[in-house]
C-alpha cells in the first residue's frame, strides 16, 4: 500500500489486511512496555488544515507508540494562512524528510490530490476531507464490529451477511461514506436513517436502503446500530425543527435499545451528544463500542501507518530470511 | 500511589517519599546524558483547559526525561469546545491509552472528579485547579525550603520548625493553599500576609496565623518567606488601590529584604511581575530561591510521575529480587 | 561555538565548518534509518514569539533526527502574554534544563540579548529576529549554492568569485541581511536589486552592488540569484503601485529566465507568492533549488545544533582517543 485515501476504492484484500495487522497491533498495547521499535527514524507529520483534537493525538498516540518522530502541522499560524498553496506545504513537509503526511483538509479530495500530485513521494493518510471520506474511521468501525460478533476467531473474516444500520446526518457526514463503502465492500449490509432533508441526493446509487423511521430499522433487526454526531453548528430550521423533535424522532434512548436484538451492539464515532443523538443509557450501555473504538482507533492507525512505511521493508526483510 | 490530587489530604510518609524520590531524580540531572528509561512506553497527556506554558513544559520536560512519551491537550480548539463532557474527554484519552493524565482545569475540582469518577484507570496528577490546588508547587516550594535550609543532609527530614510567611493574594491562590497544607502536615508553622480584602472568609479554621501587615510578619523572623504573583487581571478597586500602594504595603523590597533573618530564603512561584510584588533586587538576590523552584519542579514532577507509573512495577520487582 | 547569532561577527571558518558538518548530516539523512544517537538527553526548547510553522519544524526535525527532546513554546497564551519578561522566560527555560534555546522574537537583537545576558548558558540560536538576520536562512542558501556549483568536491571549498544577485524587498528582510554577510565572508560578490522604496537607506555602507533595474542584473550574468519574498501584508502604497506592476518590473518570469547563464540557479526561501514575485514556471525549472533549500535547511540545522550541544564533548573525546 502506498496512501490510505478512501475506502470505497480500497480493495478487499487491503482491508483485511489492515484489520488483520491492527489485530497484531492491538495484542501489543497489552504488554507492559507498548512501544515498538518498527518505525525508529521514520516521520510522520500531522497536517492537519482544521481543528481535530481527538484524530489528531489518536495517530500521535500510534505513531509514537511505533517509535516514529512525529511532527504537528496546525494550519492556524502557518504559512498556510499566509496563502501557500497545498502543493508548496506538502513540497516541503516532502524535502524535510516526512515519510508519511497525515492529512486532514476541509475540501474534499486534497488528500487524494496531495497523493496523485506527483508532488511527494511520502505515504498520504486521509483523516478526513470535507463531506468525502474518513477511512481510518471506517476501518475501526469495522474493526470494532469483527471483534464484538465474530470475538476471537476474528482474524481473516469479513462481514458478510452482517447488518448495520447508520443513523442521522448522512448528507454531511464523511464517516457516513466511508462506512458505507467499506462495510459493502467486506459483505455486509447497510441501512441508512436519516429525516429526509439529511439524505443525500445521489443516495439512489449508493449500494443502501434507506428509510426515514428509524423504529422500522430498528424491528428489522440490525446486528449493529451507529449512530452520527448532529454537528450543532448545522442545527437550525433548514434541517430539522428543534434538538427535542430530532431526540424524539432519530435519537437512540431506552425504548429503542430494548427494541434492539439480543448481541447487537451500538457505535458512535464521537464525541456524543449525550440526550441529542445518543441517551446517556445508550451511551453507557455494555452494548455500547464507544471506547472500544476508540482504543481500537489506535491498533487502526498503527497498522494503516506500519503498512504505508515499513511493509514493503518488512516483505523484503521476509523474502531474505526466506533465502 | 495512584494520584496527586491535593495537599490537604497528601499523608507525611507519601509526601516525604514524593520529596526523597525527587532527590534521586535531581541528583540524575546533573549527568552528561539525563535521560532516564524509567517510563519507556508509558503516555502521558497534558490535558490543559487553562493555559499555562510554564507548567505544561515543566510536566512535558520530567515525562520526556523519563522517557515516556508525551501528548498535549490542549482545550482549545478541542471537541471540548464542541461541548464534550469531561467525562467523554476522560475516556477518550484512557481509551487510547494514556497512562497518566495531567489536567489543569478552571473549575476547583476536577482533577478530584476525573480520579474519583471510575471513568479512567490512569493516574491523574492536579496541575492547578479553580482556586483549589496546585500540590506540585507546593511540593516544590517544600523540596526547595528543605534543601535550602537543611543542605546535604535532607532526605527523609520533614519541616518542624520551620517559620514560612506567605503573603499577597490568598485569597485566589491556589498556590498558597496547597502550600498550607503541605508545610502544616510537614511540620511547618505558616503566617499569611494578605491586604484585608484577599484574605478568604474561611481562615480562621486554616492553621495559619494571619496579619495585614508584612513589617510585622518580617520582623518575627520567618525562615522562608514566599511572595505570591499578584494576577494584574484581579487588580481593579474592588480589591486594592493602586499597583504603587499594593508595592508600598505588601511588596518585597530592599529594606524588607535587610530587615529578614540572615539564612533566610525568598521564594515565589513565578512568572515575577518585577516592581510590584517583588523588587528585581530582591528577584535577582542571592537568598532568592525562583530559579532553583523552576529546576526543582522538573525533579518533582519526576518523582510524581515516576511514583504513579513505575511506583507498583518497581516494588514488585524489588520484592521479586528479594526472593 | 557557543551560540549562532547573525552572520554579519560568523568567522569565515566557523561557517565553512557549519556547512562541511551540513554535509555529514546531510549524507545520514539518504539511510533507511535517518536517526542519530548523537544528542539523546538533550532538551531543545523552540521559543517562538512569532509563528513560523516552517522554520519551527525544521528545527524540530533536525533536533529530533539528532535524538534531541524538542519542548515547543509559543508565546500565544503563555505567561508572556501576561507581561513576563524575556529575562523570566529565559532563566525559567535554562532552570528547566534546557541546553538549546531556538529563538524566534520580533524584535530586533533579542537573541543576542539573550546570549550575552548571563541569564542562561544553554546555546542560543537566532531563527529570525525583527529586520536583522536569520542566519540558518543564508547557511542552508550559502550551503545549496556551494552544492549546486561546485557539485561532488564542495567540502572546504569558499565561494570566491560566485556572482548572487538578491531581489526584492530587502529594507524588510533579514534574509537578505543574512545573506549578504555570509555570502561576503564567503568570498562571493552580491548585487541587490530592489524598488527605490525598498532599499534600505544605510545600504551605502553594506559590501554590495545596488541597481533598481533587474533587467540589467541579470544581463551581468548572476551564478545564483535569490527571489526574496513578498510580504502581502506590506503591499500598500507607500512601497510600490500594484500586484501587477511589481511583478513585471522585479518578478522572475520566463523571459527573465532565458536570459540568466547556463548553469545558474534560483533561490526562494519560501513559502513563494507564485506569479508574484516568481512565476510558477521559474519556481518549478529544474535551475531552482527551492526545494533542494528546505532539505538542506534540516542538514544545515542539524549541523548548528551538533556544533553548539556536542561540539566542545565530540572535541574532549577526540582528545581522550588520541592519548
Known sequence: MRHLLDTKTLAR????????????????????VKKLPTLRGKTVVNLFFEDSTRTRISFEAAAKRLSAD?????????????????????????????????????????????????????????????????????LLDAFTIRRRLFADDSRGRDLTGVRVTIVGDVLH?????????????????????APPTL?????????????YDLDEAISAGPDAIMMLRIQLERMNAAYFPTEREYSRRWGLDAGRMAA????????????????????????????????????????????????????????????????
Open 13 to 32: 484484500e487491503d482491508a483485511l489486511r489492515i484489520l488483520d495487522v491492527a489485530e497484531d497491533m492491538r495484542d501489543t498495547q497489552s504488554r507492559e
Open 70 to 138: 512525529v511532527i504537528n502541522f496546525s494550519a492556524k499560524g502557518s504559512s498556510v494562512s499566509k496563502g501557500e498553496s497545498l502543493q508548496d506545504t506538502a513540497q516541503t513537509l516532502q524535502a524535510m524528510g516526512a515519510d508519511a503526511v497525515v492529512i486532514r483538509h476541509g475540501a474534499s479530495g486534497a488528500p487524494h490530490t496531495l497523493a496523485t500530485s506527483g508532488w511527494i513521494s511520502a505515504g498520504v493518510l486521509n483523516a478526513g476531507d470535507g463531506t468525502h471520506e474518513h477511512p481510518t474511521q471506517a
Open 173 to 193: 457526514s464523511r464517516v457516513a461514506r466511508s462506512n458505507v463503502w467499506l462495510l459493502t465492500t467486506l459483505g455486509a449490509r447497510v441501512t441508512l436513517v
Open 199 to 211: 439524505v443525500p441526493q445521489d443516495v439512489s446509487a449508493w449500494p443502501v436502503q434507506v428509510t
Open 260 to 323: 434492539l436484538p439480543d448481541g447487537s451492539i451500538v457505535l458512535h464515532p464521537g464525541p456524543m451528544n449525550r440526550g441529542l443523538e445518543i441517551s446517556a443509557d445508550a451511551a453507557d450501555s455494555p452494548r455500547s463500542t464507544v471506547l472500544e473504538q476508540v482504543a481500537n482507533g489506535v491498533s487502526v492507525r498503527m497498522a494503516a501507518l506500519y503498512l504505508l512505511l515499513a511493509g514493503e521493508r518488512d516483505t523484503s526483510n521476509a523474502e531474505e530470511e526466506a533465502r
